[in-house]
């Protein structure tokens, strides 16, 4: 290069440096942030400046800078005194005066921010104000003002507005219609009464011509109607077949169908059906958004919907495997990716074209598409789906990995000979990077296969032994050390896994190798041979740094030289002097398992006894268990989702009403809440009044709880009671003793009312048959003014009744299913001790799992040990039941179901054997085994 060319460049580099000086131009990573080191004393300051009404009308760019600044320091978290939040507040609302539209806009975003934190008083200043814009001819400033009003107005200002509000429902301008539904929907949590009273200007915004208007009319539309089931259906049948809905409001009703018959709760046939033309009438939609929206909706109705509905749905997500849109091929493989969790087989003929989204650039289309393979496809093409998985895994996220995991896990019960191939692909990814949920979801998932394939012990209890070799995560190795102290003695050679066991003693953390210490010493006593080898290495435990693991070693050589020296004496645990113990205290299993403990414990906490705290003074709470069935399905992650979170939230629900019940004074004196059951309906769910029932049983007691609810909008209840008559059963009542009702003192419009009624019962004896109890509810009916809501409190009211279905006692409501800890064991304890009753009943059984089911619902009794769960194509299977009569008496259920066990090879047979501790106990539950 010449010296010219030297000096131009050196000259145009120079001008380069000099203009990104001048331009402050930052370097490429870092982001240029205007308001940085901004002060908030400066821009307090600044907004004293809003009180001069020139330099409000004449500089509105100034003014709209500063409330962007203040909004950058509220957002950013900057803490305003009251004193300064209250200045400016009343600066900003000086910002009315200018005309000006952009500054007008800043100032209502600023107001709806700063009203959180303002107090109440004050922000009502700023109403009048807002009120004013809301009824001008501007329909910007007209729709802003409603939306911030919905922020900053409750209770009766509400109601001085509720006729603008109205108009504005109804208003030509669709943006000024749009703001006061999404203003209603903002105000209908918590002033239900008001918002409910626009229901006729809602109804004609469903009928607007607007897209944005009609879905939000629709949706506060539901929103006031949504607790009367009736109502919600009247929506559905009205609106599917008239209006023609834009593309949102089409996919909000399909919502509404979907919920309507998730909730099965009309059982009118017209309903029905329309809901099912309504939805099939979307599927051939102009809109990609409606079709896919009304697929997926029937695939979640999977197994309510007629299975012709359902292919229909699939063959319409068929489709969409192929469209040019990523986000339409990935809705598609999703939903498709659900369904074949529980119908596979309606998802085979979609495989052609999801075998090619393997190849898809989208990593999650990709993982979708071959997790639905895995599941539709058939064994001889897992191999290829293996190889094409693992070309991709790394690229993808966690979550995506845990899909595929989960498919690979039902993928090995389906084809129980694949093992091997696919425990050393899960044995492989955990040793590549990933999260602890990642690396959670590979091990639960070996340890499921364990479990289900016997055969695979050693090969999976080995790949397990390899992955704690070099975990990160502390609380998996604790985890899988537990597993391998459990299912190693059951392996033909437990000496091969002691090293991998005592590797975690010398290299963990404390808490891994207190775990690993428990778990050789595990080993230790269920396999006799191994024990004084166990013991040497033990010893050098003894020096270890942690308490913890020093105690444990301590206290577990105690133990194991206790086992060895009773092996060689051969004498057993009774010839041990009693302070030598140890390994009696030890072996001895708690009579139900630690979930249940705990909430016992709970319920102990309720409602205390005198004396000491004891197994036998614990209240008998009830075993919750999941009735799911071992099939190729198992791997419906959602179910397991909804299932669990069901579960939880039944335990919660339980534990709040038996607070409640203990807080009423009437029923201080019944002692501890023993069981109560499952609400049942007293009368159709469309009718005016809608009753349910839980009955909660005592010692000497029965309450029966009513859940009320009155779908009349102009009617108001009051005095709300209901009246229990014996009809049948009386033996089982005290029908000496008046009933105790205690009355829900108001019923209103779409609110839960609860009365409760208490009836004294013989405890003494051991009900036989089930006791009828005619119900009938009694109130004071008061006229509600459909205007403003109100009830004119002079009014005396009519003192009506309604008749209720009967309410039925079996003596299976007295039953606690309460499951145990190792059945056998409890079933020799109580011997000869029990009263015992034997039988054997012919059945019709179509197949195991569902005459299982149906037996253990007729006992009331918890299944124990996973023995509710048969194998498929099972002829035979021995399944065991465990519960609690009365709180007192002591239930175990040895049976066997067989299938073609009548002369012929057909029909079925039960044989029965059941433990008692009360008298007369055995033969009650025998006579309630068989299903009804």
Not at 195 to 211: K, N, P
Not at 851 to 871: F, N, Q, R, W, Y
Not at 893 to 904: E, I, N
Request: proline share 4%.
């Amino acid at each position: 290069m010449s010296e010219d060319g030297e000096s131009l460049m050196s000259s145009i580099i120079k001008e380069v440096s000099v203009l990104k000086d001048r331009l402050k131009i930052k370097d490429e990573d870092e982001i240029y942030n205007p308001f940085e080191g901004i002060q908030k004393s400066e821009v307090l300051q600044e907004c004293k400046k809003f009180n001069d009404s020139k330099f409000v009308t004449q500089q509105p760019r100034r003014c709209c800078i500063i409330i962007t600044q203040l909004l950058f320091l509220v957002h950013h978290g900057e803490v305003f005194t009251e004193r300064e939040t209250t200045e400016v507040f009343f600066g900003v609302t000086k910002l009315f005066q200018s005309k000006n539209a952009q500054l007008r806009r800043m100032m209502y975003l600023f107001i709806k921010h700063l009203a959180e934190i303002t107090r109440e008083e004050e922000v009502i200043i700023v109403v009048a104000s807002l009120v004013k814009d809301m009824t001008s001819n501007d329909p910007l400033n007209k729709a802003n003002s409603i939306r911030v009003l919905s922020r900053i107005v409750t209770g009766g200002l509400l109601g001085n507005i509720e006729k603008y509000i109205t108009q504005a429902i109804v208003a030509k301008d669709p943006m000024v219609a749009s703001a006061a539904l999404v203003a209603g929907l903002t105000w209908l949590p918590k002033n239900r009464e008001i918002v409910t009273r626009w229901g006729s200007q809602v109804s004609a915004a469903v009928s607007t011509c607007d897209d944005m208007v009609q879905y939000h009319a629709l949706a506060l539309l539901y929103e006031m109607r949504k607790s009367d089931k009736l109502a919600v259906s009247k929506i559905i049948t009205k609106h599917a077949r008239g209006v023609p809905f834009s593309t949102l409001g089409a996919c909000l009703l399909v919502q509404f169908t979907k919920t309507l018959l998730l909730s099965q709760s009309t059982s009118q046939e017209s309903i029905v059906t329309a809901c099912y033309d309504y939805l099939d009438a979307c599927m051939r939609h102009q809109s990609e958004f409606v079709i896919y929206e009304a697929a997926r909706a029937v695939c979640e109705l999977q197994g309510i919907v007629p299975d012709t509905k359902l292919r229909t749905a699939v063959t319409v997500l068929h489709m969409f495997l192929t469209s040019i849109k990523p986000t339409l091929r990935f809705a598609a493989v999703r939903c498709l990716n659900k369904v074949a969790m529980r119908a596979p087989q309606e998802v085979v003929k979609c495989n052609d074209d999801m075998e090619s989204l393997i190849v898809d650039g989208n990593r999650s289309i990709a993982t979708l598409a071959i997790t639905t393979l895995l599941k539709t496809g058939n064994e001889a093409s897992i191999e290829r789906l293996m190889k094409q998985i693992s070309t991709f895994m790394g690229d993808i996220p966690d979550e995506f990995k845990v899909v595929v995991v989960e498919a690979i896990q039902a993928l090995c019960i389906k084809y129980p000979r694949k093992h091997p191939l696919l425990l050393s692909f899960l044995s492989f990814s955990l040793r590549d990077e990933g999260s602890a949920t990642y690396k959670k979801a590979i091990v639960d998932a070996i340890i499921y296969v364990m479990q289900q394939l016997p055969q695979c012990r050693d090969s999976a209890l080995l790949h397990l032994c390899e992955f704690i070799e070099d975990c990160e995560f502390v609380d998996l190795s604790v985890s899988v050390l537990g597993v391998l102290g459990r299912e190693v003695p059951r392996t033909a050679q437990p000496s091969k896994y002691i090293r991998f066991i005592f590797n975690r003693v010398i290299l963990e953390k404390p808490m891994v190798r207190a775990a690993a210490v428990t778990n050789l010493a595990k080993l230790g006593l269920a396999v006799p041979t191994l024990a004084t080898s166990i013991v040497a290495l033990l010893r050098r435990c003894l020096l270890d740094d942690d308490d913890e693991v020093r105690d444990r070693a301590t206290m577990y050589i105690q133990l194991l030289n206790q086992k060895v020296a009773s092996s060689k004496t051969g004498a057993g645990a009774d010839a041990i002097a009693p302070e030598d113990k140890l390994q009696d205290c030890y072996e001895r299993v708690l009579p139900f398992s630690i979930s249940r403990l705990a909430r016992s414990l709970e319920a102990y906490k309720l409602a205390p006894t005198d004396g000491p705290l004891t197994i036998d003074s614990l209240p008998v709470v009830e075993e919750v268990v999941s009735p799911r069935k071992k099939s190729d399905d198992d791997d419906d992650d959602v179910a397991d989702d909804d299932a669990n979170k069901a579960l939880s939230d039944a335990g919660a629900t339980a534990a709040q009403e038996a607070h409640a019940l203990y807080n009423i004074a009437e029923f201080a004196s019944f002692g501890a809440l023993i069981k109560s059951t499952k609400p049942q309906p007293l009368g159709e769910a469309e009718a005016e009044y809608v009753v349910q029932c839980t009955t909660h049983v005592f010692a000497s007691h029965v309450v029966f709880q009513f859940d009320i609810r009155n779908t009349v909008e102009d009617q108001l209840l009051e005095d709300v009671w209901v009246d229990c008559d014996v009809t049948s059963g009386e033996e089982q009542w005290q029908l000496d003793d008046e009933p105790i009702h205690i009355k829900a003192p108001a019923a209103a419009f779409g609110k839960r009312a609860v009365s409760y009624t208490a009836l004294a019962r013989n405890a003494d004896i051991v009900v036989s048959e089930p006791s009828t109890l005619e119900a009938c509810l009694h109130f004071v009916l008061k006229d509600v003014d459909p205007e403003d809501g109100t009830v004119d409190e002079f009014a005396e009211g009519e003192n009506e009744e309604w008749d209720l279905e009967p309410i039925t006692v079996s003596p299976i409501t007295f039953m606690v299913p309460a499951a145990v800890e190792q059945f056998d064991r409890v079933w020799t304890s109580l011997g000869d001790s029990a009263e015992t009753s034997r039988a054997k009943f012919n059945l019709d059984v179509p197949d195991i799992a569902t005459t299982l089911a149906k037996v253990i619902a007729a006992s009331g009794m918890a299944p124990c040990e996973g023995s509710h769960m048969p194998d498929d194509g099972a002829r035979a299977h021995m399944f065991m039941l465990s519960g609690v009569y009365c709180g007192k008496s002591k239930v175990l259920v040895r049976a066997q179901l067989l299938v073609g066990a009548q002369k012929g090879g057909v029909g079925g047979a039960l044989k029965v054997m059941v433990r008692a501790t009360g008298s007369g106990v055995a033969e009650l539950v025998m006579n309630h085994l068989t299903p009804r």
